[in-house]
Nanobody, 126 residues
Framework: QVHLVESGGGLVQAGGSLRLSCAAS????????MGWFRQAPGKEREFVAA????????FVVDPVKGRFTVSRDHARNTVYLEMKSLKPEDTAVYYC???????????????????WGQGTQVTVSS
């Protein structure tokens, strides 16, 4: 069992920055894929970014590429989502997730992730 806890969300003005953290505990493994998803009001949950725990290979969705950066810290067992130049359309609940069966290939489907955090709200005002 893996327990994920997100933090770092909040209210920020457009153009501002936030760094989300996802602290992992329990049976974490170097083979995991750690993902970030978000869900805006009235919309489906969507993939934002992911990173392989062992090699640090990253995947970032096009709408946030160049503004969002995903990273991990092995010593702290924590994954980060650094968000810059935030826009009102980035407003959403952001979720951290872990895919414990990742072996390459598809990384953006939420049904592949078997552990989820509780989410953290990010609100960007215009």
């Amino acid at each position: 069992q893996v327990h994920l806890v997100e933090s770092g969300g909040g209210l920020v003005q457009a153009g501002g920055s936030l760094r989300l953290s996802c602290a992992a505990s329990g049976r974490t493994s170097s083979g995991y894929l750690m993902g970030w998803f978000r869900q805006a009001p009235g919309k489906e949950r969507e993939f934002v970014a992911a990173i392989t725990w062992s090699r640090g290979r990253t995947f970032v969705v096009d709408p946030v590429k160049g503004r969002f950066t995903v990273s991990r810290d092995h010593a702290r067992n924590t994954v980060y989502l650094e968000m810059k130049s935030l826009k009102p359309e980035d407003t959403a609940v952001y979720y951290c997730a872990a895919d414990s069966h990742y072996r390459g290939g598809v990384y953006s489907l939420d049904n592949l992730y078997d552990y989820w955090g509780q989410g953290t709200q990010v609100t960007v005002s215009s």
